[in-house]
């Protein structure tokens, strides 16, 4: 048995007439979390954790050497006391122009959904890992032969993604906005 409910209070349907409409366009609230979850992601580069919390693993020794050659040597050729701690304290994705950590942006995407990545080539790369051989050979451009592509397996780094802090964060967002606040 349908039953009729009668507002007679006007700000009753006032109240529902504004939520009719802020559901109706959520971009203001998509462009917040998209914002709050580009900066989540960024900061992750300093934590160097994934959503879940997880620490990413270490740069490699490979890495390190290699990043070493671009640090100041004593007269011995050995690295000087400050390049030895700028090389210890190498976070992994931040090489020389930090740029994947940098260029976290968003997007809306229709009417209901933000999207949040990084326009670098190598970003999936990263936040997924690679094991070598994974995307071909390349060859050389001087001599004769090939090399895997990666040369060498690449571990998983998650950046993307909502941590427990984020998901609540998109909640507290949603509520507010659709009461009005």
Do not use: C
């Amino acid at each position: 048995m349908a039953q009729l409910i009668e507002l007679t209070n006007r700000s009753g349907l006032d109240y529902l007439q504004d939520l009719v409409q802020r559901v109706s366009d959520m971009r203001p609230v998509l462009l917040e979390i998209g914002e709050d979850m580009a900066e989540s992601a960024k900061q992750r580069f300093s934590s160097t954790t994934a959503p879940d919390g997880t620490a990413w693993a270490p740069n490699s020794a490979v890495t390190l050497a290699r990043y070493s050659a671009m640090f100041a040597r004593g007269k011995d050729g050995g690295l000087t006391k400050r390049s030895a701690a700028k090389l210890a304290a190498k976070k992994p994705g931040t090489g020389e122009t930090r740029a994947l950590g940098t260029t976290i942006n968003y997007q809306i995407q229709g009417d209901d959904a933000v999207g949040i990545g990084s326009p670098m080539v190598y970003a999936g790369t990263f936040h997924y890992g690679a094991k070598s051989g994974e995307f071909g050979f390349g060859v050389y451009a001087t001599r004769n032969g090939s090399f895997p592509l990666p040369w060498g397996d690449i571990p998983a780094r998650p950046f993307l993604g909502a941590s427990e802090s984020d998901k609540a964060n998109i909640v507290r967002l949603v509520q507010s906005y659709l009461s009005g606040e």
